[in-house]
């Protein structure tokens, strides 16, 4: 995958399932699609004929998204799949995107998203776990919405704390140091994650003592699995992911992180 600096300034496409997404997350979902590049067309298809798309609407105007008409014509049908392809295959011929961002849980997008990549475009998906696998492994990289959801919740708790003075100790600061600690043992007794991360630490060296930069560490890991994200395992980043796993060194240089697998003798 590119490396980050210039993926940032990659011509996307984003095309919403207005039935597979939650309207509540678009602002958080637009915050991480920034983080691969800038959204030239933001495009949500739907039947807005009717109210059950009526929590869209507010949302439409201020983040300059393009609602795409698509009446149900019979039912039982998704017409608007069918919509959001066509409108996805027209875009790829232009030639003027480096990639898409496809934001539903609905697996009829597989092949979408598998035909958008084999033209060597970059395909990010966003949808919630429920995502049938076929459609996550077909993207590039797959982003779960609860992720968002989370991050959205403990900024609007942030925002509350910082907004009352208090000179007392919060009397729940040490549950919550519990549950962290459950959850960092929970991450080093992850069998799936463990060799998950061994994987890609086996891809980029053939010495097991050869320290690897934190970058094409995070990239292979990407590679392996399109729905890995430290943000997953209650880490913000991947540094704090690799320090609670506990199996690696780790070491700053003047401008990254590398890492080395711990010596098992």
């Known amino acids: 995958m590119r490396g980050e600096a210039q993926s940032k300034s990659d011509r996307l496409a984003v095309l919403i399932d207005a039935d597979n997404a939650n309207s509540n997350l678009i602002e958080p979902l637009l915050k991480e699609v920034a983080k691969y590049g800038t959204a030239h067309v933001k495009r949500i298809y739907g039947d807005w004929t009717g109210s059950q798309l009526s929590r869209w609407k507010d949302r439409l105007n201020k983040f300059a998204i393009q609602p795409i008409q698509q009446f149900g014509y019979t039912t039982g049908k998704n017409s608007t799949d069918s919509a959001l392809i ?64 989370q991050l959205e919740s403990t900024n609007e708790t942030h925002l509350i704390k910082d907004n009352v003075i208090s000179d007392k100790a919060d009397p729940k600061s040490s549950s919550s140091n519990k549950t962290t600690n459950k959850d960092n043992q929970k991450i080093k007794n992850n069998r799936n994650l463990l060799s998950l991360l061994k994987d890609a630490y086996e891809a980029l060296t053939d010495d097991e003592d050869e320290w690897v930069h934190l970058g094409p560490f995070g990239t292979q890991l990407t590679k392996l699995s399109s729905s890995f994200d430290p943000r997953n395992y209650g880490c913000k980043k991947l540094s704090d992911l690799v320090r609670e796993v506990g199996i690696f060194e780790t070491r700053k240089t003047d401008k990254t992180v590398q890492i080395k697998l711990k010596s098992t003798s």
């Open 86 to 149: 066509i409108d996805a295959m027209d875009l790829l011929y232009t030639k003027n995107f480096d990639g898409f961002c496809i934001v539903s849980s609905d697996s009829d997008f597989t092949r979408l998203a598998s035909r958008i990549r084999e033209s060597g475009l970059i395909v990010y998906g966003f949808g919630e776990r429920k995502t049938p696998e076929a459609f996550v492994s077909a993207c590039d990289r797959f982003i779960y919405t609860e992720i968002l959801e």
